[in-house]
């Protein structure tokens, strides 16, 4: 099964229209232009301002994985399954790296490397058993990888200098799905703390396969910019843009079981936080195994390291979320979560 052509033309233009300066709308997300206020006064610290930009919406990202946040027709264009004799799926993907500066906060703007123009990457999310099939191409003006966390042969590992896959070049990843878990995937190409910083970062969640409890599930990237490329970061955020949960509380359900998918892919500073107000979740390190380790409201993860936290809302209202340095907390690693009662009809 080959993808159209059609995908990519689409990522080319978008390339071009972000490298002319133009910051076009539309983008890789069919989602709706955000309200903003403030437009460029704040320049990032501090929680005023919103970015102007549309081309990456960090909540619509909190709950999409597989391209699920783009209309069927174009979807199609980066993401199929097919379903297999033993009833689990082949699960093809589109990757394509590309240069495009991003907004990270209002008004600063970062030449990123990316895949398929966004930071972090399409959240790719397949069932324990099921076969993955990644095709990589890489539009970007670098020799890039994909290098997958999980079971996978070395010919399908992306971190050797012969593995680099060089500009308008295409290679292909395959493997099965294993173990269940909350995994990564990033270049993997040296230098390689520049070729992550840079943007070419995200998530692969494999599911067990008896599944989960049903939940409200998120995905949470703790990431930062080195804006100056003085190797230390500038700006913090949890998916990208700098205070935008403060702006855009994530809404979630008292009462409901709130599933949060977190890694660490921050460079320069070796460890990350994440720490909830008022409450306490249970920690699955890595998702691999179905017992929580740990009860808590603070979880450290070194760069890499990810977990699955869980929790339910007890009470409803603002439930402020943060690194607890607070130095990545006051430069854009802080949000809110917005508990609301939901009425059930009796
Ligand atoms: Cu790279």
Redesign the pocket.
């Known amino acids: 099964m080959k993808f159209s052509r059609r995908s990519l033309l689409q990522l080319a233009g978008l390339a071009a229209a972000s490298g002319a300066g133009a910051h076009a709308s539309g983008g890789l997300s069919d989602q709706p232009h955000t309200t903003h206020d403030s437009g460029h006064g704040a320049h990032g610290m501090g929680a005023a301002g919103r970015v102007t930009s549309n081309i990456f919406q960090p909540t619509a990202f909190l709950r999409a994985w597989n391209f699920s946040d783009l209309p069927d027709e174009r979807r199609t264009n980066f993401y199929r399954e097919t379903s297999r004799p033993d009833g689990s799926l082949l699960r093809e993907y589109q990757l394509v790296a590309i240069d495009r500066e991003i907004e990270i906060a209002p008004g600063v703007f970062f030449p990123a ?1 990316t895949y398929n123009g966004q930071v972090p990457g399409p959240t790719i999310r397949a069932t324990e058993g099921d076969r993955v099939r990644v095709t990589f191409l890489n539009q970007g003006s ?1 020799p ?2 994909i290098h997958f966390h999980g079971w996978h042969s070395p010919a399908m590992d992306g971190s050797l200098p012969s593995h680099e896959v060089k500009p308008g070049d295409t290679f292909v990843y395959e493997f099965d799905a294993e173990p269940a878990g909350m995994h990564l995937y990033h ?1 993997h ?1 040296s230098p390689l703390k520049r ?1 992550i910083h840079k943007g ?1 970062y995200g998530v692969f969640i494999i599911d067990p396969r008896q599944g989960r409890a049903p939940a409200d599930e998120l995905v949470m990237v703790m990431n930062g910019f080195d804006t100056n490329f003085d190797a230390d970061n500038e700006v913090y955020a949890v998916n990208t843009i700098a205070h935008h949960f403060m702006h855009e509380p994530i809404r979630v359900q008292v009462g409901r079981l709130t599933r949060m998918y977190v890694v660490n892919l921050t460079e320069f500073d070796l460890i990350n936080s994440l720490h909830l107000h008022g409450m306490f979740f249970d920690v699955f390190r890595t998702g691999t195994s179905m017992t929580p380790s740990e009860s808590t409201d603070t979880i450290m993860l070194c760069q890499g390291e990810r977990a699955i936290l869980e929790t339910r809302f007890r009470y409803p209202g603002q439930f402020m979320f943060h690194a607890h340095q607070s130095e990545f907390a006051e430069l854009g690693w802080m949000g809110l979560f917005e508990a609301v009662e939901v009425r059930r009809d009796t």
């Open positions: 490397w670098h890039h990888t270049c190409a070729h070419l």
